[in-house]
């Protein structure tokens, strides 16, 4: 791999080449630029920017085809998203009593699931959507909407042991405001970004608002100002939705 020799700055950049510029990154915000594809740009080198001192690959069009790799060193790939599969999804079906369409289930129906789910509510294209009520036997039960074979809207799970959680799903996932109820008359309430962070409040039996946050599923509280943070409960709804009860 070779260098090149001209001096490059974030202000003498050269419209066909994306450089890394620290200076750029640091006081405008800019992200930094990765290529598309490997058969398309090879890594030219590494410069300096003649400014701000920060160093970054500097990339250009490939012209012969070397598929990425300069001297044998392989260039830096494009970054693959990440998909993250919902908790509770419709799964292959047992038994089935209801409306039909064209050989399909659609309408009002019941359908019991070959991993012990049942599900009774409307269905649409052979799919959970609308209104509805999943129970899993011995473990939970949600009321709420469903799309696409999944927990999706407003909804209300309630847990075996007495503790309940009712707010928004989205992808099957706590996703924005919501409420968790447990036994002892306390109650949490704030915003969920997931099955294990929430932004949150605790309030006791008598009303009485507790500092407290969620972090990898776990209910954290501190009670004075100079008190540390002590585990309240685990409430990982990933866990409780897939698992079982553990609250």
């Known amino acids: 791999m070779f260098q090149l020799s001209i001096p490059v700055t974030h202000r003498s950049l050269r419209p066909s080449l994306n450089y890394d510029c ?51 060193t392989t260039t830096t790939t494009k970054p693959q998203k990440v998909v993250i599969r919902p908790p509770v999804e419709q799964g292959p079906i047992k038994n089935y009593e209801g409306a039909k369409f064209l050989f399909m289930r659609h309408g009002q129906g019941r359908a019991e699931h070959t991993n012990g789910f049942v599900y009774e509510g409307r269905w649409l294209w052979g799919k959970w959507s609308g209104k509805g009520t999943l129970t899993w036997p011995d473990n939970w039960i949600y009321a709420g909407a469903f799309s696409a074979g999944i927990m999706s809207g407003k909804g209300r799970l309630d847990l075996v042991n007495g503790v309940a959680f009712e707010g928004k799903f989205r992808r099957g996932i706590p996703k924005g405001k919501g409420i968790a109820y447990f036994t002892n008359g ?9 099955c294990e962070t929430a932004n949150v409040k605790l309030f006791d039996s008598a009303g009485k608002p507790v500092k407290a946050r969620i972090q990898g599923g776990i209910i954290q509280i501190k009670e004075g100002f100079f008190s540390k943070w002590k585990i309240f409960a685990d409430f990982n709804m990933r866990t409780i939705l897939t698992r079982g009860v553990s609250v």
């Open 186 to 194: 306390v109650r949490i309430e704030g915003r969920w970004s997931g």
């Open 22 to 72: 620290a200076f750029r990154r640091r006081r405008k915000a800019v992200p930094r630029q990765v290529p598309s594809t490997l058969v398309d740009v090879v890594a030219l080198g590494t410069n300096t920017c003649m400014q701000c001192g920060g160093s970054g690959q500097v990339w250009a069009p490939d012209p012969i085809g070397t598929g990425g790799q300069v001297g044998g």
